[in-house]
Nanobody, 126 residues
Framework: QVQLAESGGGSVQAGGSLRLSCAVSGYAVIPFCLTWFRQAPGKEREGVALLYTGTGAAHYGDSAKDRFTIFQDEAKTTLYLQMNNLQLEDTAIYYC???????????????????WGQGTQVTVSA
């Protein structure tokens, strides 16, 4: 069973930056993909960025394009999300998720992921 543990959340002023981390452990076979999702108060969970662990290819949701970067370390034990130019609407709980196989990967459907972390809060203030 893959275990995921997010860290790096906090409070930041609009225009600032944060880097989230997700420690990935407990797997016999590395997950096919790792994804950052977020959920703002009163809203549905949405996909932010997805990384295919084998190729390093990344895909982004509309809210993240040109501001966020998803990447992993060489050992593939930590996933990161570099967030720049944060805005008020980026306030949310950010979750790391793993997709065991290719068909468990997607930004638009939260039901595909096979493992989830507990989340880390990001708060952006004016």
């Amino acid at each position: 069973q893959v275990q995921l543990a997010e860290s790096g959340g906090g409070s930041v002023q609009a225009g600032g930056s944060l880097r989230l981390s997700c420690a990935v452990s407990g797997y016999a076979v590395i997950p096919f993909c790792l994804t950052w999702f977020r959920q703002a108060p009163g809203k549905e969970r949405e996909g932010v960025a997805l990384l295919y662990t084998g190729t390093g290819a990344a895909h982004y949701g509309d809210s993240a394009k040109d501001r966020f970067t998803i990447f992993q370390d060489e050992a593939k034990t930590t996933l990161y999300l570099q967030m720049n130019n944060l805005q008020l609407e980026d306030t949310a709980i950010y979750y790391c998720a793993a997709g065991a196989r290719r068909w468990n990967c997607g930004l638009r459907d939260t039901r595909l992921a096979t493992s989830w972390g507990q989340g880390t809060q990001v708060t952006v203030s004016a």
